[in-house]
């Protein structure tokens, strides 16, 4: 029964501690009227804690939209199986923390159900990470290489160096302008460092593409990308190197950039290719797209992107989407706001590239990646908080992540 009013709704609610949201479940197909809107608006004035069931009322569960009006929760005990509608849209801001529980539905049925995305998962994750034999040796976990950084910018060159390393590469190399090479190797124990040749503004030059494909040539993988900028002779010389390129490789930041206008490059190259953009650098790769559209189709553009062009795609922001050009599509869970700082990009990249050059498929090391990556992010949140955690303290937890030596705290 829903009381008749929001004035009653209120007046019982100033009596409670928490609020269970059992009011409309998954069949909500038309805005929300009446009644049970009454109810939601006196929920929402309350502001006090919400569990809700299965998912929060007012929000549709495959697209996450909100029905003209929605319960914003504290938590989400959904039942069975993830509903789409808790990891995009608005859903997301809705649903709150999300938790899956069993109610003894036969996995058996649930395989029947047809589906080409999936949720990323803890063990799914711990399964695809390499494990280390007591006969290992450095040269066992790969030699991760990152083509990075230039004046004012080695910061992200070291940022994606670091996270390689903690996902656990046995060697990891930057090619650098040579200008600010000293300056690198002085934020880099562990990581070592090439001087590349350099235009006037001391970014990458275009007469260093031999170099370079030498660089690639010599190691299990390579990001390119953080901190190059969009200097035209740079742009000139990655635009030569992606479409040469022979490992395994991550594009992002300034490598996305310079594919702006030109994504059918990516079709001539032979390399296994993982993409990282966020909503601006996809928005600038796919034609007559804004962040905004971007972010209101995030599933259907990275799959159909990733299937023409025939890489994987990691559509980054809130829960990433990972897109294979075969129409498979994970979502990644984990991940908080505090991770909207500068830098954090560049660690997805290193963990990208240090998972491809331990010898993970691209498929493997995106899912895997993204899911420690958000993991570590939200063991940054809950020991230095949202606004007061930076890139390098997602970089530290890495290892408690892969490890499961850390606990994200669950609050109310």
């Keep these: 029964h829903v009381a008749p009013s929001g004035e009653r709704i209120g007046t019982l609610l100033r009596k ?17 009227a009446g009644p049970y809107r009454a109810a939601i608006e006196a929920i929402t004035a309350s502001a ?56 003894g539905i036969p996995p ?29 040796h450095k040269g066992t976990y790969g030699h991760a290489g990152v083509i990075a950084g230039s004046v004012g910018k080695t910061g992200a060159a070291a940022l994606a160096a670091k996270a390689a390393l903690r996902i656990g590469a046995g060697l990891v190399t930057v090619a650098t302008p040579s200008s600010v090479n000293d300056t690198l190797e002085a934020k880099l124990l562990e990581a070592m460092t ?5 235009t006037k503004a001391r970014t ?22 953080p901190g190059l900028t969009t200097h035209p002779e ?46 601006g650098e996809m928005a600038r790769l796919e034609e007559e797209a804004t962040p905004q559209s971007i972010n209101e189709d995030r599933i259907g553009i990275a799959t ?9 795609l990691v559509l980054k922001g809130a829960r990433t989407v990972v897109a294979h050009p075969d129409g498979r599509v994970t979502i990644c869970p984990t991940g908080n706001p505090g991770m909207a700082t500068a830098g954090t990009g560049d660690v997805l990249t290193g963990i990208l590239v240090g998972l491809l050059a331990q010898r993970l498929s691209p ?36 290892p408690q992540a892969i490890n499961g030596t850390g606990a994200v705290p669950m609050t109310l």
């Design 16 to 32: 409670s501690h928490l609020i269970v949201d059992a009011l409309l479940g998954t069949g909500l197909s038309a805005p929300v």
């Design 48 to 103: 006090l804690p919400v569990v809700a069931v299965d998912l929060p009322s007012g929000v549709h569960a495959d697209t996450g939209a909100v029905m003209g009006a929605a319960v914003r929760a504290s938590l989400t005990v959904t039942f069975a199986l993830p509903k789409l509608g808790l990891y995009i849209g608005p859903g997301i801001d809705h649903a709150g923390t999300v938790r899956i529980v069993d109610i």
């Design 108 to 136: 058996s049925f649930a395989d029947e159900v047809p589906s080409r995305i999936a949720l990323m998962t803890i063990e799914e994750a711990n399964r695809l990470l390499p494990r280390r034999l007591p006969s290992s």
């Design 194 to 198: 090439v001087p590349m040749p350099e």
């Design 204 to 225: 990458l030059a275009r007469s260093g593409l031999d170099r370079l494909l030498a660089f690639v040539h010599a190691r299990s993988a390579v990001a390119i990308g």
């Design 234 to 279: 740079t742009v000139d010389l990655l635009q030569a190197l992606i479409p040469r390129l022979e490992k395994p490789a991550v594009l992002d930041a300034d490598a996305l950039n310079a594919l702006a206008g030109r994504p059918a490059l990516l079709a001539e190259c032979k390399a296994p290719l993982i993409l990282t953009p966020h909503p």
């Design 304 to 312: 159909r992107f990733a299937n023409r062009r025939g890489v994987m």
């Design 363 to 398: 498929w493997e090391a995106a899912c895997a990646g993204t899911y420690f990556h958000g993991l570590a992010g939200d063991l940054a949140a809950a020991e230095f908080g949202l606004a007061g955690m930076i890139a390098g303290d997602v970089i530290e937890r890495i």
